[in-house]
């Protein structure tokens, strides 16, 4: 089974500093890592995803990500925030053994963490 | 880039009534779709795989009498919220994966905000 933890139900920044929003996963073998944004009333919007090679993965929004197989990590990051920024961040994973048909494509996803930077 | 369009955006209906919602992939062919149902401040819960040409999976817990699923061809998925109640008001959301684009992330729909009174 998948899994993956968000610790964090909200992260508060300031305006121009850097932020993480943390999240961990657990796959039974090598893991396919997204993260997702979503906006009040809206769907998802895909950031940025880890499928290998690089550790350090750039996105959209000038978000990025880091991949640590030793401590099964995958945090968020932006060097510079922004109040627009502010949004539910959205952490998941996918078993990249599972087939891309049918269920395998299925993602499980963290609980969410809600980002709020202010000026 | 692959665009899901989901409909309605929103609806109010009335208790005992049913509720259609359309999933359409419009540039691309999704042989899958994931039906999700998100309640406030909370994560997405998956509810049910569609499946082109077949019966839909659903998740434990979720009542397949009560959401039918329906996926009839390659760009389009229904989810009918049957004889609806309040408790069933939330937000739906429907994604669908491109597997013709190799590892391509899911694709979501802006989702549906279901009001029943």
């Known amino acids: 089974a998948q899994s993956v933890a968000q610790p964090e139900d909200q992260v508060n920044v300031a305006e121009g500093n850097p932020l993480t929003v943390k999240c961990t996963y657990s796959v039974s073998g090598n893991p396919y890592l997204f993260w997702y944004v979503q906006y009040p009333n809206r769907g998802l919007q895909f950031l940025l995803k880890y499928i290998t090679g690089d550790n350090l993965v750039k996105g959209s929004y000038g978000f990025e990500a880091e991949f640590n197989k030793s401590q099964t990590s995958f945090h968020l990051k932006k060097p510079s925030a922004l109040v627009s920024d502010s949004a539910l961040y959205f952490c998941?994973?996918?078993?990249?053994?599972?087939?891309?048909?049918?269920?395998?494509?299925?993602?499980?996803f963290g609980t969410g963490t809600q980002l709020k930077v202010e000026l | 880039g692959a665009v899901v369009s989901q409909h309605p955006s929103w609806v109010i209906c009335k208790s005992g009534t049913s509720v259609k919602i359309e999933c359409r992939s419009l540039d691309f062919q999704a042989t899958t779709m994931f039906w999700y149902r998100q309640f406030p401040k909370q994560s997405l819960m998956l509810m049910a795989t569609s499946n082109e040409g077949s019966k839909a999976t659903y998740e434990q817990g979720v009542e397949k009498d009560k959401f039918l699923i329906n996926h009839a061809s390659l760009t389009l998925s229904t989810l009918t919220v049957t004889s609806a109640h309040p408790e069933d008001s939330s937000f739906y959301i429907c994604?669908?994966?491109?597997?013709?684009?190799?590892?391509?992330?899911?694709?979501f729909g802006n989702g549906t905000r279901l009001t029943v009174t």
């Open positions: 998941a994973v996918r078993d990249m053994g599972g087939e891309l048909t049918g269920g395998g494509n299925k993602l499980t």
């Open positions: 994604s669908a994966p491109n597997i013709q684009a190799y590892n391509s992330p899911l694709h």
